[in-house]
């Protein structure tokens, strides 16, 4: 598996470029096309030698034709919407040192994401007292950890929405009104989530019908997972907050005020771990609850941060600075030098400005309507 990190890499970078010509659809065929890949390739090997010979080489081939197939698709993507498009010029000083300084927060939060479940159950499996205790525990977590977050795993999608749409008008310090399109989108996308999980968390015999019927799970471990069912139902809360936050964070270029959450969210996790017991709280539900506080507060981290660098904004706003200066230098010139006015047309009270604008790695077009005032 050593090769896999280098074709993950990869795929996400040619994926955020499909993502920033909205090339959503072709970026979630890929997904999918990764998983049919993965599910033919097993059902091929299974009536091959290398189940008898090397089973755990099952697994491996799957993983590599999924990400290689994801792969291919993406680089013709590219190909053929991005590159394209892409400018002949590069209108502003990019560094390597630059892009880690951008990138480094994201990937320490997600280290931190990834590595909460595993953190606890280890320490709920430490904890149990008996070894038959920590063995049902851990297969209680092991069994909501799916289930519970298929309804709200795919809120983390909401981040590369405010980068991909939201937009700074040419001639004004003020957000395009993309952004407030976008916030009734992530609130649509919250309700249909919430809609989800509190029906398969609160509404009886929903979810241990489902481990029973679908995952096949023993009756009396089903009804053990209801509590931490119920408690996943308030995932998607925090989950669509931090992640429309996270991703206007990414749009200002902030992603520096993402990174103090994940310390948060660790520290938070682990010491619920040790204080819900003396609430009652044991087990798995204890596991769960833990979990949610390490949410909580993570999504508060981002909340602060967030408001915080919108209070800044407004105050620089009032002082008439040009909200510009925020930005890296890079960031600053590119704003500077890459918007060139193509076309301005007037019609009764307003006026028309088509303004072409060059990025680092493409060239768009837009328009603005601005009423005249004042005019004789």
Known sequence: MCAYPLFEAVSWYHGGLLLQVHASVLVGAAALADIIAQIILIAVLLYTPLLCHTPIALPV???????LTRCSILLAGFHRKVYPKMSKELTAKLSVWKIVLFV?????????????????????????????EAAQAVAVLTASYPLGHLPYGWLNSLKPVSPAFQKKSSHSNKPHIAGKKIAVFCACCLGVSAVVSFVVGWIPGVSVGILVNVV??????????????????????????????TGWLIFNHQTKLV????????????????????LGLTGADNGIASLFSGFFTEMLAVVVGATSFATYKKCRWRRGEQD?????????????????????????????????????????????????????
């Open 324 to 376: 510009i200066s925020l930005l890296p230098s890079s960031s600053r010139d590119q704003e500077m030098q890459a918007v060139e006015p193509e076309r301005i047309e007037e019609e009764e009270n307003m006026v028309t400005i088509t303004v072409r604008t060059r990025t680092n790695i493409l060239t768009e077009t837009s328009e603005d309507t601005y009423p005249l005032e004042n005019r004789l």
């Open 259 to 278: 990174a103090p959450s994940g310390f948060i969210r660790l520290a938070a996790t682990i010491s619920s771990l040790f204080i819900l017991p003396k």
């Open 104 to 132: 480094a927060p994201l990937m320490f939060t997600l280290f931190i994401q990834r590595i909460s479940r595993p953190i606890i159950n280890l320490i709920i499996a430490r904890k149990s007292p008996t070894k038959d």
């Open 216 to 245: 096949a799970i023993p009756h009396h471990l089903a009804l053990l997972c209801v509590t931490p069912l119920r408690i996943f139902a308030f995932f998607c809360f925090t989950v669509s907050i931090r992640a429309s936050l």
């Open 61 to 67: 081939v799957a993983a590599y034709g999924g990400v």
